[in-house]
C-alpha cells in the first residue's frame, strides 16, 4: 500500500459518497438548527462501482446508506484513539506561541508543524509539555501540494522518495513522495521533543477560498491545492502510509466540504475529525446529520467548535 502500487490510485482513492445538498465552501451551516426531526434509518451496504459508489442518504432523507468497508463503528474507532465519548480538550499549535497554554484537560492535540509540510511549529517544545497531563495526547500535521513549486525543499522532497526519482512532469509520483516524505519529518521533529503519541490527524483543508486552483489552465499552479483532486489524494494517502508503517492511528481533520473540493470524497474510512462548528458536537457526531456533516465514508470520532481563546474538542 505504500509505494508505487498506489500512484494510479486504484480503488484506494475511488469515490464512493455523493455529495449531499451543497452549503458553502467551508462548511458554513446558515442560522437554524440543521436537526431534522425525524432520524433517518440507517442501512450498511457495500458500494458499488458499477453505479457511481454509495449516495449517503436516499432522496427522501429518510435512509442513510454507511458503507460496509467503512472505519469501525464509533466506540471502536474512538478507542483507537484513546477517546471515551464526551471526552473534552483543545488542540494548540504555533498559531498560540507566545500566548498561555489552555487549562488542563482530558484531550491534547498539538500541531506539529508551522502550517504546511516541512515547516516547524516553534513552540513544539513547549506546547508538548502541556500536553502531557491529559489522558489523551495526540499530534496533527498540515498536508498541502507541491506541484508547480521549486523550491529547494520541493525538489529534494518531491523529485526524490519511495515512489522514485521523478521527472518534472510525474505529478503522481511527486505529490507520493510528498506526503511520504512529510509525514517521517514530522515524525522525527516530534519525537525529537518527547510528542511520542501514536494518534495523528492529517489536517486536510483550505485557509482561504483561494487556496485551490480553480479548474482550466490554472489547475496546476503553485497554490496550496491544485484542482487535480487525484494528485491531492495521492498526498493524503502517501502520508497515512507512512503514519502507518510507524504504528501510528491515522486520522482525518477536515470538513465534509472541504475534503470533497480537495480529495473529490476519498474514501479511505480513517476516523475524522471535523472542523470548527457553531452548534452542539451532537449534532455532528449522530447518524442524523451524517448526510451533512461525516466525509471518508467514517463516523467522526471528534468535533472543534468555533474557537474563543482556544480551540476546543470534544469525542462523539
Known sequence: MRLKSLLPLGVAVACVIALAPAEDAFGATGSSDPSPSTPP???TTTPSAAVGGLPITSLDDKTGYVP?????PGALARASHGLDSGDTGYDISWPECGGPMPPASSIA?????GGHPFSQNPCLPQETAWAQSAKTRAQYMVLDSPIGFTSPHVLEYAYHGPAGDC?????ACQTFNWGWNAANADLQNAAAVGATSNQWWLDIELPTQSSIDPSGPHCYDPNFWICDQKLNSIVVVAATAALTAHGKHVGVYS???QWQAITGGLDLGLPTW???YDYAPSTYCGFANAGKYWFDAAEPVLVQSLPGTFDPDTAC
Do not use: L, M
Open 255 to 257: 470538513t465534509k466540504q
Open 68 to 72: 460496509a468497508h467503512a472505519a469501525a
Open 109 to 113: 492535540i498539538v500541531g506539529v508543524d
Open 167 to 171: 521527472t518534472a512532469s510525474d505529478f
Open 41 to 43: 434509518t440507517i442501512v
Open 274 to 276: 471535523i472542523a470548527g
